[in-house]
């Protein structure tokens, strides 16, 4: 594992991780310091558990956190899909079901 503290500008972004590769690199912490404009920041990839804190600018800062939001949107559109097929495979599961006449009034008392 690599805790190095970095200060470099990383071309791939923040959210890059430099031993896997993975897009999946999360921060963990994060804090402004003296110099305005500038933040410490932990972070760590949660498939080779690499980590490492560094000071960043705030653009380099700004790009990490679209990023982390398109991950973020990424995510909710996947678990809206995943949702919507469970509620298509119980609407059907319901109505051969009720096709087969396999549900009665006594399944809802």
């Known amino acids: ?10 071309a791939d972004g923040l959210h890059v991780c430099p031993e896997c590769g993975s897009g999946l690199v999360q921060p963990t912490r994060w804090e402004q310091t003296a110099k305005r404009g500038h933040w410490r920041l932990w972070r760590r990839c949660p498939e080779c558990e690499w980590r490492c804190d560094g000071i960043h600018g705030e653009t380099e800062i700004d790009a990490f956190d679209e990023a982390l939001d398109d991950g973020a949107e990424a995510l909710a559109l996947e678990l809206q899909g995943l949702e919507r097929e469970s509620m298509r495979e119980i609407a059907e599961t319901f109505a051969t079901a009720l096709a087969a006449d396999l549900i009665t009034a006594d399944d809802f008392s």
């Open 1 to 10: 594992m690599n805790n190095a503290s970095r200060t470099e500008t990383r």
